[in-house]
């Protein structure tokens, strides 16, 4: 493949520098590179925009961008690389960027498997597993071996199949594309993207238009796509640059609605809901419903619906499931005796309640997380920095907290139509303990709570842990409850029931961190949660203020999970938000 000159290889440049840094043990340069890299991300290539208009100086006002990083995507943009890059390459020939996507391989590491067994890439890695080499690494032993091992078949599992946080936009910016092209009438994407799975393998796009060669035209020739599988006249495949594949067909807009049904569905939906179909005396195909055709006869069956998804579902007499639902679980039924839930509307969140600033590991103030926020059309958002437990990433202690109340009652008074809340993301110490005074956490208006370390504990262990924290009557939230990170970091164990009764004993709220590498919690215990009688609460969990987006993303996992508006705290407006934990505090 041709080298893709763009911000995905600054984001890997400035990653690689990160790691190379902190390698040397040189302090603050690893984390403003990381920032770099994770500024890239978010702004893929609009990166290149700023520079063509504004140079060094636009550059410079990117969040997380600072001088000295600002010249090397200047030297990048115009040199095609980065000089000194190129050097330190020569000196560590090592695929910092491959390696390290396996969790639990720091910096360190990747230098010390380089040093010790010239281990530059994946396969020198596996094959140095393979000859359990790691272990002669001094103070590696067998267990670390074993937990690199466990992380790479975590990777390998994933690998391919995209989160739906990074695929969602590609494939929204692709349908925007195609909908420009002349002669389309729409064009949509099916599949495991319109039912907002947390991974996506490909994307499948459909689109209805008087001149399907411009529309394959038009599709080959976007700037996201790396190469061409295949282009005929109304089908064409595609890789696209971020390593998916996708797919455009174009279709007689008369059976829009039969194709569009066909390919949503996961393949447990459609198959329950043909053989509905055939109990009820009809077929089901993308082409449309139609009647059976009589034994013997030679003559088609008549077709009885194809134009809109709603049509079909109607005539088999249930109502249509929105796409998040159709996975093959109770949702045919549910629509059969015209039971599915109100599904909790996107755009229905007003603040976001997890949203950390640059008074710990953030990279904006908490004015410049306000504006974002509001920008973004909500109206208000909690800080929710990290507490002292965490002192790697400058975690907070009672009196920088205190503190930084003042600068939050400062900031509301510059502000209209927007409130910052005061709150934490305060640690839940192994035993329980949380890791600031009741105190301090009595004086904010919104406490969540979250683990950070000792993942590993017993299910028994893990649960009376968070039901010490949860029964802290300041306690609001449980932040990230299962602390998975997808394709990284298993979830912790504990009792769900349990939890859940906790829950809703004390009224505390469970967490969607819509963050895409969390998606925690899954639909699975939201609807769970749901049944329970446990309100939910939908967050970013913002380090930037591109991440502040993400709300979307949790939205989409509250439908998965069966949620209405009424069971998200956070559609309520800030006063109300206030009055319900008010009333709370008071019954406790
Ligand atoms: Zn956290």
């Excluded at 039901?467 to 932040?479: E, M, Q, R, W």
């Excluded at 913002?542 to 998200?568: M, N, Q, Y």
Aim: with cysteine; glycine share 6%.
């Amino acid at each position: 493949m041709t080298k893709i000159r763009n911000a995905q290889e600054l984001e890997k440049i400035f990653l690689e520098y990160a790691y190379y840094y902190a390698a040397q043990g040189v302090p603050f340069k690893p984390r403003a590179y990381e920032l770099a890299s994770e500024a890239m991300s978010a702004l893929g290539n609009e990166v290149k925009e700023v520079w063509v208009q504004g140079g060094i100086k636009e550059l410079k006002n990117l969040p997380g961008i600072g001088q000295s990083t600002a010249e090397k995507i200047d030297e990048y943009f115009r040199t095609g690389k980065v000089a000194e890059y190129e050097k330190i390459k020569k000196e560590f020939p090592v695929d910092i960027w491959g390696l390290s996507r396996i969790e639990g391989l720091g910096p360190k590491h990747i230098a010390e498997l380089y040093q010790h067994l010239k281990v530059k890439n994946m396969a020198d890695l596996k094959a140095a597993l393979k000859a359990h080499k790691l272990q002669t690494i001094p103070r590696w032993g067998e267990k670390s071996e074993e937990k690199i091992l466990r992380s790479l078949s975590m990777l390998e599992q994933s690998a391919g199949r995209k989160l739906l946080g990074y695929a969602l936009p590609l494939a929204e910016d692709i349908v925007e594309r195609i909908s420009q092209v002349k002669g389309v009438k729409r064009c949509v994407y099916a599949g495991s993207l319109r039912r907002r799975q947390e991974t996506i393998g490909d994307v499948d796009l459909f689109a209805t238009t008087s001149n399907p060669p411009a529309v394959m035209d038009a599709f080959v020739k976007m700037p996201q796509v790396a190469s061409v599988h295949e282009q005929g006249r109304t089908r064409a495949s595609v890789r696209l640059t971020n390593g998916m594949d996708a797919d455009l067909r174009v279709v007689p807009d008369k059976v829009f609605g039969a194709t569009l049904q066909y390919f949503t569905g996961n393949k447990r939906h459609n198959v329950l809901l043909r053989q509905y179909a055939l109990s009820k005396g009809y077929t089901l195909s993308e082409y449309g419903l139609f009647r059976l055709a009589k034994k013997g006869s030679k003559k088609k069956g008549e077709l009885v619906a194809c134009e809109t998804e709603e049509e079909i579902y109607e005539r088999l007499g249930m109502d249509t499931p929105p796409p998040e639902l159709r996975v093959g679980e109770d949702e045919i039924e549910a629509a059969l005796k015209h039971q599915l839930p109100n599904l909790i509307p996107y755009g229905s969140v007003k603040g976001d309640l997890q949203v950390q600033s640059d008074w710990t590991d953030g990279s904006a103030s908490i004015e410049d997380m306000a504006r974002a926020t509001q920008a973004l059309g909500l109206s208000y958002m909690a800080v929710t920095d990290h507490t002292k437990a965490l002192a790697f990433l400058g975690g907070l202690n009672d009196s920088k907290v205190i503190k930084q109340g003042k600068e939050i009652d400062r900031l509301n008074k510059k502000l209209h139509g927007f409130k910052i809340l005061k709150g934490t993301e305060c640690d839940i110490k192994k035993d329980g303990t949380l890791d600031l005074t009741d105190k301090t956490l009595a004086k904010l208006d919104w406490v969540g709570v979250s683990v950070h370390s000792s993942f590993k504990l017993s299910r028994a262990e893990q649960t009376a842990r968070l039901l010490k924290a949860l029964a802290n009557p300041n306690v609001d939230c449980l932040f990230h409850p299962t602390c998975r990170i997808i394709g990284k970091r298993e979830p912790i164990d504990f009792d769900l029931d349990e939890i859940l009764a906790a829950a809703k004993k004390y009224q505390v709220a469970l967490e969607i961190d819509a963050f895409p590498d969390r998606s925690d919690l899954r639909d699975v215990h939201v609807r769970a949660a749901i049944r329970a009688g446990v309100k939910i609460v939908i967050d970013t969990d913002a380090h930037s203020p591109e991440h502040l987006k993400f709300i979307p993303l949790g939205e989409a996992i509250a439908r998965r999970g069966w949620a209405t508006k009424a069971d998200v705290l956070n559609t309520k407006s800030v006063s109300d938000l206030l009055a319900y934990l008010a009333k709370k505090k008071k019954m406790r």
